[in-house]
């Protein structure tokens, strides 16, 4: 079985849904001939999936700024120093845009590049054990390119890079105030890293469009994320006796706003269209404080609650429990690649998907060719798909999951890995035809 070094910052037990997408190739990898090896920083407690781990040390760079500014390492700036937050999710206090103009500045290319030294260390307990047939890189962080561009210095073998998210053309949280210097250099080192790889991979069809404007002579593929079926062996489970809308995640600052569905709730709330005692939304994960002015504005305390964050296994049973899911579109019209790995999470537990927010992209594609959920994209849509699922649940206790059955398992960790390998085939195989061919040119000189 050939082996491949698998570079990511995100994994098991590490609580992110970055992690999801390395687990399930170290997982699923082996069923095409590759054995895995995962080169990972020191990872949290917890059960260690699947696949031969190395476990390196890491220097927490934004813990020793902290510390030479006298503020205690494991707590937000914001909360140290009692500086207020925004009330609204598209609005950024002055202090707020300072710190995030400043922080590319400090930790160019990104907040975890204190990783590299011991990542490169680790090499040499590679090299003299089996050897390495090909490397293969996800991120973000960005970090993890620069770390599989110097792989790729030391074993000679073929580097195929994942992005789940673009790198200079991200429009996240990651770019959100930076400066034109930090442009700049961000574009400079991805021309340079980009060349050094064999082939690309990212999640959507517009981000691999984009992906090759910033590299037009190297490959480019698209694999979606998805979802492991055995997280979700524990189905079915009783649906909650609410009309439940759940939804767990990251709202980035914002960038994700529910607003649209809050104010909607209210509206029929208020015109007698939905019962408020019928009503729960649920929000699973980190507490951002806009979130509550919100809920104060539209009157919906009590109706919709901040759980804040719980381990994945319960997220995962809120989520197949509820009778909704919510999902959250990008706010930003020109984002239309931006596939969310919530959206493949949210396949597995086959409750009915209602995204909101956002622009017509791939994830409302995805979500036509499932029939898993439906995106509304405007106020008219969404209160009809409210009052429709309502009325269902009213008459028999549940909103009815109309997903297709085929057309779901096309997104499994188990597919996605198959296509990873068959990339990794393909590197090796033109690796080995290209050495054969410098032999015979050799040998015939």
Partial sequence: MRRVLLITYHYPPRPTIGSLRPMGLAKYLPQYGWQPIVLTPRLPNGVRRSAHIIETDYRDL??????????????????QLGLPRAKTPSRLLPHTKLMKWLRPLLLFPDDTKGWIEFATDAFAQLKNGDPVDAILSTSPPITCNLIAARAKQTFGVPWLADFRDLWSQDTSARNAGNNAIFHFLDRRLEERILTMADSLVTVSVPWA???QQRAPNTRVHCITNGYDPDDFAFLPVPLTKSFSITYAGLLYEGKRDPTPLLEVIYELIQSGAVARSDVEV??????EPWLRVLIQKYNLEGTVQIHGVVGRDEALRRQAESQILLLLGWNDPSERGQHTGKLFEYMGSKRPILAVSGSYGVMSQTLEETRAGVHALSKEQLRSVLVRAYSEFRSTGRVPYEGLNAEVKAYTHQEMARRFAELLDGMVAEKNIASSVLVQETAGR
């Fill in 209 to 211: 469009e984009r992906l």
């Fill in 62 to 79: 934004v813990g020793q700024w902290k510390s030479r500014a006298g503020l205690d390492p494991a707590r937000g700036i914001h909360q």
């Fill in 282 to 287: 649920r929000f699973y994960g980190p507490v």
